[in-house]
């Protein structure tokens, strides 16, 4: 097994800035993304409530440095007024050319 | 009066609302599916611009122009009048003032359901037109009061994004969307949808007020958080702008029942378009402040008391 | 007999079940989405529920005494034989035993509403008030199954939970609920919501019952682990307390479509308000038994021969 | 034929189809939830098969035989039809060629219920056994444009795990499960079901063909990476598929309103069950492509101009 | 990118158990939870079917000290009798204080 | 709290390998697995839209020698034609008897 190391960020965010942050992710490199609704709690309270729209779940596998692009633009973007987490870990992956921008093998 | 306030407060619809609200009072495992009442919610709104629609293509023009400029004139009013309010008597802070004020400027569409279904069965029905002025008492609102915070400074959301979202929002779309539908389409066109659209509605309703009784429930535990005045405030504002939609709807030239209907849209506050263009447009605002008030206040104040009270003004100012 | 038997086994409602449990043994890759099926459950039983408590507005209290005490005790009662069968000839451990006893006690809706249909379609209709028979016979059965099982020392799950489980389930919270609400708004204030809640109600039954084909056919499979004793179980029991009830409905005072009603409804084991109980107040207890007993074998059993066989019975004793 | 066009494009359903794609180009946040959406599609199948199966119980033999025979055949030839184009005028790679042509040669059974309505509306009714040929045109084609790929040397999907996606997809399985409930049950035993599956259906078709709309304009953003050729194929195919259908309808001794709506079928290109089955069979071939061109193109280029020319074309040769 | 190290708790549980589990984690001090329906299969067999209700994943970034709370009261309490499994991973997030109690910064 | 190291393999796949996927990774030696409905997008452009059926995510915890095995079958049976992903993960979970075949334990 031929495994190569990237980021996995995840990103837990209300529905209303869900499109501006794929767009965003993308435009910083990531090469795809994976995505579900959820529910939460947190500082901001409940989100994500049966009659509100859902809250979604964002996870992207990205290179160590897009990953850092992708967590500070989404930090000083919206941490400040949004209902937004974002955190990051390590992960193996098989085909780890998929994962980094033009292709360059990682 | 009476007999009214009673027949409404009897009504499936209305008993359905208390009885989500009994349910998570018990802390019951029931629990309406999220993607159930979001398809309600479409159907609804898409089901009352149909008959709006269709309405509007069988009424003169002229009919229609006095009670729109009367309804665009109280949707840029109310925010103004209930911004006020908060900030003299409230004291509140401008940006949650502003978010509330464009809130119960705007209209909530199932509180409109719900009064016209109150007229008709008081036998005052009102004009078939009417869901043409729930549109255009949704947007201008939501306008007003994202100005009035936008008129003060720096501001963290995007005036350009939340604009967009109150113009292209679901609820717009959907009763502009079907009011153009069916007002194409006219009652011939109609004709074949209507099982679906016409007959289901009030049962479609009763389980979409299920949920709602669900959520006003939960909402209603962040009672304490918001403050006795915000609790006053969403008694009050209601009845102030209720009257003053009665009162001018009658002026405007609507029947009893279009005065009482606009009466109870005017006293109404958003809870699905006015809470997603401020989540945008003021992030800063507090929800816990305009979702309790109007979810958990007015709305279900309005659909118990309120429209059998606007409907018996309507009947002293009208008769 | 052989028409009623045919005509039930050829009802849409029936053919839907079978084309369910045929697209599992292809390996179809049809799939009724999870939201959908817990809307229809939810239709259903708000539906049963509106239907019972506008006939119990219409019906003078003295014709529901009688019928209701026998519901009551056949509830305490069929827990008790089914959990000494299972003892005695199946050698069953305390445990399981008992929690199979809470669901062949109590009820479930989908039998009763199949039963009501094919009554109905046989020239003899059950009293509208069964529904209200249905809310009695779900609780007391589940209460008696797991005392059974706390009568005997130590549990692992918790008797208050388990009992406000059964209390405020989603099954009894939408059935009493609904019935109070046919109750208070009478058949005037029913009119407007019937076209969604009573026009529409076969037809969702019917693709209700296409996911229960599918979920009671991937049940089978694990019938090997079950063992041949319960399947026999399954069979024969219902059969035992459907006569059972059938009898004792007519004494009661029920109707010949009444009693088979009651029957049907007493012979049937429950599959969603007992697993939820028996989850919380008996988690030790095996899920595979008494859900495969319930759905793979019981259910299917009823709806096929069941209901035709306790039908005749009815007019056999009855006429 | 102008006054049907525009009886046709101004129905709600196609309407609602255009105010789908409106809310996407204008970036609306309306969402039709997934499984609402995929609900509406069960039911639409569902409730075609019941239809059809409940017509075919009045259907003397005889009458079918002609026109299934025609189906199957043209089931056949239009795959390779569609196949020979692309490659000869396209020059398209073999297996994208071979996936259009199964989604070419198949049904879209969303344009045959619009057909159905359209040919009603225009006073020319189809026979009631048409979705019979739906469900015998739906297979062939997928069958024959994956063994025009696999004649072709090794392929990466598995030709049985195709077949068996084919017959036992969703759509099949509801459509001849639907018929065969609706043939057994026959009028009688279809009435219960009917308010839900016949009454509703219009309306269902129009709230599922605003998620349509949406999937449609979300699908020509990819226009560019089809390039043109694919474009003119979308359009110019289905010209020529429906004529041929029309034309071989009237010639099997259908109506003209059948000759119609066998034109549309044969016209129309899968974009349900074809993609499931070649995403399987032939998993190399590019999304982009038979998507881009069954569901942004063709689908829309027959619902609005495609039908009423069929039904024109029917006339004259019928007439 | 300024992150600190926490602890993401993922629990997966029926759906009975759902309420009270979101209770306890509360309790012993996460500030927040994330949460969707799943689906699963494990020695007792499928969870979360049709026909009964999903079964959920809770997802709760907090401290060290707080997710062996977190892991010790749910093994103690839940194991021998339902449906729940939990394992813990490490997260770098952004936003460190968010998720310690009383905010203490992290 | 007394835990053991697994591997935490989490597989994006279109909705049509699903069930092959599924079994696969029992036949492998897979104590359970947890799934949810996801949409994503990738390389071979959006899967899991509205008008078809969703993509899944599925997580198995398991030991690191059935963790290779399963993202070795993934890989070489799935990679070239299909929409899917495989990452691995380490996880400290409890009971780690539980996830171990035939229950030797970790
Ligand atoms: N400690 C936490 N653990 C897991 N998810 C969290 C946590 N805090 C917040 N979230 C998620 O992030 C969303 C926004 O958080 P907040 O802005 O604090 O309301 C919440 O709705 C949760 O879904
Ligand atoms: N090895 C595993 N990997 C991933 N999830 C699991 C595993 N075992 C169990 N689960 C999840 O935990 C739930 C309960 O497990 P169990 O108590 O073993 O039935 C299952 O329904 C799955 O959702
Ligand atoms: N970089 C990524 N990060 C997260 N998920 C991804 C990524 N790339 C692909 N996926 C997921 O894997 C699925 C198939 O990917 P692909 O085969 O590249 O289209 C996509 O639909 C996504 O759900
Ligand atoms: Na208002
Ligand atoms: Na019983
Ligand atoms: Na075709």
């Known amino acids: 097994m031929q495994t190569a190391s990237y980021r996995l960020v995840t990103i837990v965010a209300e529905r209303t800035v869900r499109d501006r942050l794929l767009n965003t992710i993308h435009r910083l490199g990531a090469t795809g993304h994976t995505m579900q609704e959820v529910q939460g709690e947190g500082t901001r309270g409940l989100s994500g409530a049966t009659w509100e729209r859902p809250s979604v779940k964002i996870e992207t596998i990205v290179t160590e440095e897009i990953a850092e692009r992708i967590a500070d633009h989404v930090a000083e973007r919206y941490f400040q007024h949004h209902s937004v987490i974002v955190y990051l870990q390590d992960v193996e992956v098989l085909r780890g050319s998929k994962y980094a921008p033009q292709n360059e093998e990682a | ?319």
């Not at chain 2, 709104?45 to 009919?63: F, N, R, W």
């Not at chain 2, 011939?188 to 099982?195: D, Q, S, Y």
């Not at chain 2, 405007?252 to 006015?274: P, Q, R, T």
Request: charged residues 10%; neutral net charge; without cysteine.
């Open chain 2, 1 to 319: 009066m009476l007999d009214v306030l009673l027949a409404s407060l009897l009504s499936p619809v209305v008993l359905a609302f208390v009885l989500g609200a009994l349910a998570v009072t018990v802390k019951s495992d029931l629990e309406i599916p999220a993607p159930l009442y979001r398809a309600l919610s479409i159907y609804l709104l898409l089901a009352i611009g149909l008959k709006g629609g269709k309405a509007l293509s069988e009424t003169p023009l002229t009919e229609v122009v006095g009670p729109a400029l009367a309804t665009v004139g109280l949707g840029i009013l109310t925010p103004i009048t209930a911004y006020t309010v908060l900030r003299r008597l409230g004291r509140m802070d401008r940006t949650n003032a502003a978010a509330l004020a464009a809130h119960y400027g705007s209209v909530s569409a199932v509180t409109f359901i719900a009064a016209v279904t109150v007229a008709q069965f008081a036998g005052v029905p009102s004009e078939g037109f009417m869901p043409a002025l729930v549109a255009l008492l949704e947007v201008p609102a939501i306008i007003v009061g994202l100005m009035i915070a936008y008129a003060r400074g720096e501001r963290a959301g995007s005036w350009r994004d939340a604009m967009r979202e109150v113009v292209t929002g679901q609820s717009i779309v959907l009763l502009l969307g079907g009011m153009a539908i069916g007002w194409i389409a006219g009652s011939e066109g109609m004709a074949p949808v209507e099982p679906f659209f016409v007959s289901g509605f009030q049962g479609a309703l009763t389980l979409f007020l299920l949920e709602m009784g669900m959520a006003a429930a939960r909402r209603l535990r962040d009672l304490r958080s918001v403050g006795m005045f915000l609790v006053g405030f969403g008694i009050a504002m209601p009845i102030v702008h209720g009257a003053l939609g009665v009162w001018v709807g009658g002026l405007a030239g609507l029947s009893v029942g279009g005065a009482a209907v606009l009466g109870a849209m005017v006293s109404s506050a958003s809870y699905i378009a006015a809470p997603a263009a401020v989540r945008v447009g003021l992030p800063e605002a507090n929800p816990a402040y305009y979702l309790t008030a109007s979810l958990g206040i007015t709305f279900p104040f309005n659909l118990t008391v309120g429209i059998p009270l606007y409907l018996a003004l309507a009947k002293v100012l009208g008769g």
